[in-house]
């Protein structure tokens, strides 16, 4: 029987380059990448239960009020949110789950389950992150200033978080990303079994 998988929910502004992290984390087949549900539309090249889960507005509706997201918000006409059916059936399969998602959601999160283990990724600094984003080259410089001022405000919760990781080198966070998980694997509460396997070995 498989241990049971842990929640990992992972936060950081536009541009700190959470998605390249994730993206090395994930080629370890223990992970699982959550893939969150929308009512908008598909865009272009966008797959559904790739991208996004596409599900009609009767749909998302009819999973809240069965208590099936585990998470959601509204933004611009469209909900957002996380179905738990896919996070439990992974979780029990023993896969560890990665939650990308934004600090509302994460802290909604919080409230609903003690099991997940929060990570905060910061950029080395808003200089660096405002040259990242102009890297891009796929914003205006008002955009840009505009998630510049939101980054400030959303690293200003990162000690909510359990862990906080900068992304500076890629192999260097992509470490402490995984020394984080090592951590929380270890943690005394994910791990009472151990104990009692020890004693009942005599």
Known sequence: MNKKGMLFVVSGPSGCGKGTVLGEI??????????????????????????????TREKFEELIGNGEMLEYAEYCGNYYGTPLTYID?????????????????????????????????????????????????????????????????????ADKYDYIMINGELEKAVEDFRSIITAAEMYSGNNKYLIDEVLNDA
């Not at 969150?36 to 598909?42: D, G, N, W, Y």
């Not at 909604?108 to 910061?122: M, Y």
């Open 26 to 55: 994930l080629k370890d087949d223990r992970f699982y990448y959550s893939v969150s549900a929308t009512t908008r539309s598909p865009r272009e090249g966008e797959r559904d239960g790739v991208n996004y889960h596409f599900l």
């Open 89 to 157: 059936k992974k979780l029990s399969e023993g896969k560890h789950v990665i939650l990308e998602i934004e600090v509302q959601g994460a802290m909604n999160v919080r409230k609903l389950r003690d099991d997940a283990v929060l990570i905060f990724i910061l950029p080395p600094s808003l200089k660096e992150l405002r040259r990242r984003l102009e890297k891009r080259g796929t914003e205006s410089a008002e955009v840009v200033e505009k998630r510049i001022s939101a980054a400030s405000e959303e690293i200003r919760t």
